[in-house]
T-cell receptor, first 114, second 114 residues
Framework: GQQVMQIPQYQHVQEGEDFTTYCNSSTTLSNIQWYKQRPGGHPVFLIQLVKSGEVKKQKRLTFQFGEAKKNSSLHITATQTTDVGTYFCAGRRGSGGSNYKLTFGKGTLLTVNP | KAGVTQTPRYLIKTRGQQVTLSCSPISGHRSVSWYQQTPGQGLQFLFEYFSETQRNKGNFPGRFSGRQFSNSRSEMNVSTLELGDSALYLC?????????????FGPGTRLTVL
């Protein structure tokens, strides 16, 4: 079945440093979504990427979708303590039947030292 | 709009018992997905319901079942509970997951099996 691998599992940074988490799928994806889960909270949608090579920015966050639509990354510039949480990617295969389900990576837990 | 609500928020059961969890999606959303979240396995997809029909199913044993009502509210049931079923159970609603729409997660039900 489809697998979505996410690395690293944990990342600890000093406030102001950059952070990147990577997501790789065993199959080509139709789209990929990113979610953030604060400690004790629930996942909250950040963004969806659909097109090959797509790059989207949200303030200090930059999201990329690979040319082959099998990998993605989230980069945070100059981390702040408010960035603490677990970042999940979730990939979805093409149309038809069971391919609709979202497969989540195991997430990257980001901690920020002030 | 009110967000996704889940009841109960916390539950303690013993091995062998059964449990029913409830999820009320955002008004107008017809797709409800259920996930099991554990520290070791991350977010694992259980099943998805759309317009009262199960549209997708994850790789969980038959002890895990669900249903959706005509008002889109959904329930999941776990029978013959095992210690390993202790987890945070999250439901997420979307207007239609086939369109790749974002999922809105509820706060979750934390199940502890003793």
């Amino acid at each position: 079945g489809q697998q979505v691998m996410q690395i690293p599992q944990y990342q600890h940074v000093q406030e102001g440093e950059d952070f990147t988490t990577y997501c790789n799928s065993s199959t080509t994806l139709s789209n990929i979504q990113w979610y953030k889960q604060r400690p004790g909270g629930h996942p909250v949608f950040l963004i969806q990427l659909v097109k090959s090579g797509e790059v989207k920015k949200q303030k200090r966050l930059t999201f990329q979708f690979g040319e082959a639509k099998k990998n993605s990354s989230l980069h945070i510039t100059a981390t702040q303590t408010t960035d603490v949480g677990t970042y999940f990617c979730a990939g979805r295969r093409g149309s038809g039947g069971s391919n609709y389900k979202l497969t989540f990576g195991k997430g990257t837990l980001l901690t920020v030292n002030p | 709009k009110a967000g996704v609500t889940q009841t109960p928020r916390y539950l303690i059961k013993t091995r062998g018992q059964q449990v029913t969890l409830s999820c009320s999606p955002i008004s107008g959303h017809r797709s409800v997905s259920w996930y099991q979240q554990t520290p070791g396995q991350g977010l694992q997809f259980l099943f998805e319901y759309f317009s009262e029909t199960q549209r997708n199913k994850g790789n969980f044993p038959g002890r895990f079942s669900g249903r959706q009502f005509s008002n889109s509210r959904s329930e999941m049931n776990v029978s013959t509970l095992e210690l390993g079923d202790s987890a945070l159970y999250l439901c997420a609603s979307s207007s239609d997951s086939r369109s790749g729409n974002e999922q809105f997660f509820g706060p979750g039900t934390r199940l502890t099996v003793l």
